[in-house]
């Protein structure tokens, strides 16, 4: 799906942590969540949600968006590990006029 393995927003988080030389009781003050919501997140056991995507770009920078679509990258890449969708087809989708028959003319002016 990528050409590359989209890391874990965790894993951001660490080499961040590492760089500011601060550790987890630190970020999670800063945050105001609880030390074992970092430890979650850099387990990868804890996904960011909109709340902590909010948190993470106050404290650590970049927006609350690219937080959430890192973590959307992540889960996609796992899912597409996981799911077989080869022998799935499109809906075909149906014409103006398959459309507008059962209701009459009217009903789609």
């Known amino acids: 799906m990528y050409p ?10 660490a080499a961040a942590m590492a760089e500011l030389n601060i550790g987890v009781r630190q970020l999670a003050t800063a945050m105001e969540v609880s030390p074992s919501a970092v430890s979650r997140l850099l387990s990868r056991k804890r996904d960011v949600s909109p709340e902590l995507a909010l948190r993470l770009s106050r404290v650590l920078g970049s927006s609350a968006e690219t937080w959430l679509k890192m973590q959307i990258y992540f889960n996609l890449h796992e899912a ?6 080869s022998r799935l087809e499109p809906v075909k989708a149906r014409s103006y006029d398959e459309i507008k028959r059962p209701f009459g003319p009217r009903a789609l002016q």
């Open 4 to 13: 590359f393995e989209p890391p874990h927003p965790g894993e951001i988080i």
């Open 80 to 85: 597409a590990k996981n799911v077989d969708v």
